[in-house]
């Protein structure tokens, strides 16, 4: 399975009392590394067009990171979308290869112009999923891009 990848270097910022990568910058992170996807994959006219809202977040804390450590996180779309709204995997990888973090984040679609959901078109949701897309019932896993 092909996935979309970031490599994030935790800052001195990022640290919380603990010594190691705060909660909230972690959903920040979720949140960098959809939102490159989109960048990295989208055609102008959609990114012109559309912006993706976060509706829920699903977040498990596999491991620590600490100020200087490096993870690469990797994200991929399974599935047709469910009218606005679709599901992205996210998973962070320690430079030990060890899972840091896994998540699964609900996306919901808006024009930008109203700032109404709309419901994902199929010329919306293809630049995530390789030929035969799943939008047709044909199967399918990820994007064979990389960041």
Do not use: C
């Amino acid at each position: 399975m092909s996935r979309f990848t970031l490599s994030i270097t935790a800052q001195d910022a990022d640290i919380d009392e603990l010594g190691h990568v705060n909660n909230a910058v972690w959903v920040q992170w979720i949140q960098a590394i959809a939102t490159a996807h989109w960048e990295a994959v989208a055609p102008p006219e959609h990114k012109l067009a559309y912006v993706w809202v976060v509706t829920r977040h699903e977040i498990d804390y596999r491991g620590s990171v600490v100020a200087g450590e490096t993870v690469v996180g990797e994200t991929w779309v399974e599935g047709a979308p469910k009218g606005a709204r679709f599901d992205r995997h996210v998973r962070f990888l320690g430079g030990d290869g060890k899972v840091k973090l896994e998540a699964v984040t609900t996306w919901a679609l808006l024009d930008r112009a109203t700032g109404r959901l709309m419901r994902v078109r199929e010329d919306v949701a293809a630049p995530f999923f390789p030929s035969p897309s799943p939008l047709r019932g044909e199967g399918g896993s990820s994007l064979a891009a990389e960041g």
